[in-house]
């Protein structure tokens, strides 16, 4: 079964999380895995129910907070 829009842009998000874990051989996230992410968002509210476009409200602002750690 493929992964609707709502999953990948959660896993892109939750991946890039992860990815500040240096020291497990992840990368912190460049400009352009936010800016992808961001869209992946933004493509899976198009067709999100209302309980996930919450979820999607609540990704972005993560991504938004750590736009700010750096």
């Known amino acids: 079964m493929e992964k609707n829009l709502f999953q990948q842009a959660k896993d892109m998000v939750m991946n890039m999380m992860n990815g500040q874990n ?16 961001r869209k992946a968002i933004q493509a899976a509210r198009s067709e999100a129910t209302p309980e996930e476009k919450q979820q999607l409200q609540q990704l972005e602002q993560q991504l938004d907070e750590k736009n700010q750690l750096h």
Do not use: M
Not at 22 to 36: L, R, T, V
């Open 22 to 37: 240096q020291n497990q051989g992840g990368h912190a996230p460049n400009a352009s895995d936010k800016e992808a992410a």
